[in-house]
């Protein structure tokens, strides 16, 4: 990585960066409740792309390390691998040791009875269209724009948030976008009832539907909702317990060259023009590790936090319409403006293992632990029979796979606030279109 370190450096960081990436996909071969996508599966491919093949390209392309343009120190990059590597051995080990002796009993029966329950489809579809069209609405005032124009696309994904505060803390829009969880869960639910129930009208609402949830994703400006729309219709065909065939790789493979295609669009909508491997090496997204050797080369010990950071959510309920100097609850933005000296507003993508950092210093990596086993335990919960047929096979997409995700590339007081919000609509939901089928347990068992 550092050209300075030499071929030895490289090779060593590559290691570390295949030992992260390869070891939680083993686990979760072994020990996961979901077949190819439990929490480890899933730990192991945002290691693949954030730090596997960042540590590859780097050598090859050292000004493309993102890390590059705001530390000078020529080894900065052992460290900070080192650090993630570790990270990512603590969260191994913490999902292995709440695994327990005790098998879970299988499930993929119970989701598909869950699934073909679905009812009021039609409206559920006319739903999903009428809240993405007011949400729409709203994000253009909330921006200032009264109507549409050739270049709307290009502007809302340029500026992606509204500067409210003199300090460069600026309002994204979260509250508002949080309702945009209602055209994803009808997506699933249409999905889940077309597979199960081999109805091909739900199954060709449901590809409307992701039309629908692609263009939200231009309209947000995250390129990021597009992986997460990739990831729930492939977490539903798993839950439901589709068969992993050739065809099914080759369609999954295919959904992904889309998605890299619409997010090379969306890059050049905000006026760049790197390559589409520069744009994903680049990038600070999924378990970055320039965000790990950022942290470990910059941070001073009077800006450790000290846990504070994970107590933020506490506050963040309040609008900022309400609260216009309210503080950011993203740690990135404490990441990018007091830890890296960058004043220019917006944030960097902290990281899991970052968040735990800037807390604790190396003493974050006793976070690790914790986060592996509450994985576990949330996986086994959703996964349960009980849960199941409570809507669990639609909670685990759209709410536990974005957990994942935010506590590994993101923050965790920023995604609460919006997450507690999410679930609420997400089961009000199933209440309404799951309505035929709840567990009760009598005995050893559960009836229906």
């Known amino acids: 990585m550092a050209q300075g370190g030499g071929v030895v450096m490289d090779a060593a960081i590559v290691l570390f960066a295949l030992t992260a990436t390869l070891l939680p996909i083993w686990i979760g071969g072994r020990y996961g409740v979901l077949p190819m996508a439990s929490p480890m599966h899933l730990l192991g491919y945002f290691c693949a792309f954030g730090f596997l093949v960042k540590a590859v390209v780097y050598p090859i392309y050292p000004d493309w390390a993102f890390y590059r343009r705001f530390v000078e120190t020529p080894d900065a990059a052992v460290p900070g691998a080192i650090y993630l590597t570790l990270f990512v051995l603590g969260l191994c080990l913490g999902y292995r040791l709440a695994v327990g002796g005790k098998a879970v009993p299988p499930g993929v029966g119970l989701a598909r009875v869950a699934a073909k329950g679905l009812a009021r489809r039609e409206a559920l579809f006319v739903l999903a269209f009428g809240v993405a069209a007011m949400t729409f609405v709203g994000l253009l005032r909330a921006r200032g724009i009264s109507g549409l124009s050739p270049d709307l696309l290009e502007r809302l994904n340029t500026d992606k948030q509204i500067a409210v505060s003199a300090n460069g803390i600026g309002a994204t829009l979260a509250g508002l976008k949080t309702f945009f969880i209602v055209p994803k ?264």
């Open 185 to 448: 869960c009808a997506f699933v639910l249409l999905l889940g009832y077309g597979l199960a129930a081999g109805d091909r009208l739900a199954l060709w609402q449901s590809v409307i539907l992701a039309g629908l949830l692609v263009l939200v994703a231009l309209v947000s400006g995250d390129r990021f909702e597009l992986v997460e729309l990739l990831a729930y219709a492939g977490l539903t065909y798993l839950i439901l317990g589709g068969p992993i065939r050739t065809r099914t790789v080759l369609l999954a493979l295919s959904g992904g060259v889309v998605v890299l295609l619409l997010s090379s669009y969306m890059t050049v909508l905000r006026g760049s023009d790197a390559g589409l491997l520069h744009q994903i090496v680049g990038s600070t997204y999924f378990l970055d590790v320039n965000a790990a050797i950022m942290v470990s080369a910059q941070l001073l010990p009077h800006q450790i936090l000290w846990g504070e950071s994970y107590t933020w959510w506490s506050f963040g309920w309040v609008p900022r319409a309400w609260w216009a100097e309210k503080p950011a609850i993203d740690l990135g933005v404490y990441f990018k403006r007091d830890v890296m000296g960058v004043a220019t507003g917006g944030a960097f993508n902290v990281t899991g293992p970052g968040e735990a950092f800037i807390n604790f210093g190396w003493w974050g990596l006793a976070v690790s632990p914790v986060m592996g086993a509450v994985y576990r335990r949330l996986e086994v919960v959703l996964l349960s029979p009980a849960s199941l047929l409570c809507g669990g096979a639609v909670i685990y997409p759209l709410i536990f796979y974005p957990f994942i995700q935010a506590t590994l590339q993101s923050s965790f007081s920023a995604f609460i606030v919006g997450a507690t919000a999410q679930l609420v609509l997400v089961w009000a939901m199933i209440l309404v279109f799951l309505p035929r089928y709840r567990a009760v347990r009598r005995g050893a068992g559960y009836a229906v």
